[in-house]
């Protein structure tokens, strides 16, 4: 039997299935999500990315968020691809490469020819997936730095 598949830009009645999908991409990462009005904003959708799902037969199974971003060095905007989260039950069945070819096409309508992201060193199924996808990485740390809590 085939299924119906779609990637679409949310609206606000995805809301509740974007945040369940947030709390178990950040589970998957290791990482616990603080909840302080995540909800409330994906409902109201007031943020400045692009988020994107993708549905089997209605059910929505993973999301994407995209942001345009402005690179000093290259003095050019590029697409960043904040997030990228399937459920496990959906992985390699050919979604992760859909998703992002739709951004690729979110990226050509704002005129943008790079898109950029990282992911945890740990998650090796998705850095191989990158690099079979022709994707170069680049090693880099990432910083997190609450200034108000510093002295």
Known sequence: MNQRIDIRMSCSDDACDIWQLMCEHADYEGHTLVVSGQLQTLQNQT????????????????????????????????????????????????????MLMKASEFA????????????PTSNTNAIGFYRRLGAIDKEKQRFFWNHNEFN
């Open 108 to 119: 050509q309508e704002l005129s943008l020819s790079e898109i950029q992201w990282q992911t």
């Open 47 to 98: 943020y400045p990315a692009a988020i994107w799902v993708v549905e089997i037969d209605g059910s929505i199974v993973g999301y994407m968020s995209l942001i345009k971003q402005f690179s000093t060095w290259d003095m050019e905007h590029y697409l960043y691809l904040d997030c990228l989260y399937l459920r496990p039950e959906v992985r390699g069945k050919g979604l992760g490469k859909a």
